[in-house]
T-cell receptor, first 110, second 111 residues
């Protein structure tokens, strides 16, 4: 199965900081892209889908570069509650198995 | 139900025993997935069901693992002759139109 690679971190940042996560994927047939969030000992939950034109949801901005097979997530004005593991996820098309990166751990410190 | 439901939430079993894990997907979701997550590791794909199509079993690690799904409802994951390396959280997810939701998982400990 094709891979999704992420920097495992941890990223330790102060409250209010801006932090960026990167992800690369190897399957050029990938069509759907997501960022999931996983809190300690909890199930993954969808944070946001990633669209070709880039998209923003409040403090979170996701970008996709298909040519480089690269996805990013930017978090502005970090909150303590943003502390979690962020999973980069791709699939070939809707309703095909999601392929997960191993995640990047973020700790936001007061 | 409102979300994906898995049972049991925790299971401790002796090495060599068989275990059966259950997943109730969100009603109407045609796709169902099983993943495994070892402590401190990423999610490892196991098996995928989509409607009436043949399941994608490419992620099953050995022939001790099998899964079934009844129509578009309940799925069971069976692990035969459990080994200590099977200890992990087993996560079920269901999906419709690209929106995927996970259950809270079954934490399996093989002693």
């Amino acid at each position: 199965r094709k891979e999704v690679e992420q920097d495992p971190g941890p990223f330790n940042v102060p409250e209010g900081a801006t932090v960026a996560f990167n992800c690369t994927y190897s399957n050029s047939a990938s069509q759907s892209f997501f960022w999931y969030r996983q809190d300690c000992r909890k199930e993954p939950k969808l944070l946001m889908s990633v669209y070709s034109s880039g998209n923003e949801d409040g403090r979170f901005t996701a970008q996709l570069n298909r040519a480089s097979q690269y996805i990013s997530l930017l978090i502005r004005d970090s909150k303590l509650s943003d502390s979690a593991t962020y999973l980069c996820v791709v699939s070939e098309r809707g309703n095909t198995p999601l392929v997960f990166g191993k995640g990047t751990r973020l700790s936001v410190i007061a | 139900g409102a979300g994906v439901s898995q049972s049991p939430s925790n299971k401790v079993t002796e090495k060599g025993k068989d275990v059966e894990l259950r997943c109730d997907p969100i009603s109407g979701h045609t796709a169902l997935y099983w993943y495994r997550q070892r402590l401190g590791q990423g999610l490892e794909f196991l098996i995928y069901f989509q409607g009436n199509s043949a399941p994608d079993k490419s992620g099953l690690p050995s022939d001790r693992f099998s899964a079934e799904r009844t129509g578009e409802s309940v799925s069971t994951l069976t692990i035969q002759r459990t080994q200590q390396e099977d200890s992990a959280v087993y996560l079920c997810a269901s999906s419709l139109n690209g929106q995927t939701f996970f259950g809270q998982g079954t934490r399996l400990t093989v002693v």
